[in-house]
Structures are given as C-alpha cells and as structure tokens.
C-alpha cells in the first residue's frame, strides 16, 4: 500500500525555520520524483518544491519564486524520506503542506500524503 507521511509542521516565529519530512512506504523512492505542495486558507494549492529524483547526486530540483533561495529539498533513500528545509519563513508561508509522488511516465500526481500544518506568526 502506497502511503506519504508527512511531519515536521508547528508554530514558528517570522525568521524561524522547520524542517518537513515526508516518509514513503509501501513503494521506493529512488523511483519517483517527489513534490512539496502548500494550500493556504482560501487559496489555491501551489507547488513550492520538487525533485526527480533523491537516488541522484544531480537529480534536478525546482522551487517556486516565492521561496526560491530559503527553501531547500532534499532526500534520504536509505530513510525513503523526503525533506523540506525552511528557512527565513515568512507570515505568507503560512499553510498545509504536503508532499506527492510521481513516477515516469506519469503526468500527474499519485499518492498524496494527508498534510501538515504551518503556522508563522509572532
């Protein structure tokens, strides 16, 4: 059974850092690219991060211009996780957070995990 856990969200002051885990089971990572995804309140969900592959020193990575340069993603294949370091967090990053899985030569996203939440606020 393909299963996305997500972890790592909390209350974070503006400036403050968190680091999200997104842990797979039931299937490899090495295989499939992941993405970080965030939906705030009465917003659409938006892409913030994703990477083809963390099997690969050079796989390739993409991040959103809203956190281009704080944001970095990042994989563990011997833990099958995924993380997102978030760094300098803003009040606008304010959301949940998921991750999802996709493997070539699939377009759209599989598996999503059930989210978790980030709050920046002072």
């Known amino acids: 059974q393909v299963q996305l856990v997500e972890s790592g969200g909390g209350l974070v002051q503006p400036g403050g850092s968190l680091r999200l885990s997104c842990v797979a089971s039931g299937f490899n990572l090495d295989y499939y690219a992941i993405g970080w995804f965030r939906q705030a309140s009465g917003k659409e969900r938006e892409r913030v991060s994703c990477?083809?592959?963390?099997?690969?020193?050079?796989?390739?990575?993409y991040y959103g211009d809203s956190v281009k340069g704080r944001f970095t993603i990042s994989g563990d294949s011997t833990k099958n996780t995924v993380y997102l370091q978030m760094n300098s967090l803003k009040p606008e990053d304010t959301a949940v957070y998921y991750c999802a899985e996709k493997r070539a030569p699939a377009v759209d996203w599989g598996s999503w995990g059930q989210g978790t939440q980030v709050t920046v606020s002072s």
């Open positions: 990477i083809d592959s963390i099997s690969s020193t050079d796989g390739s990575t």
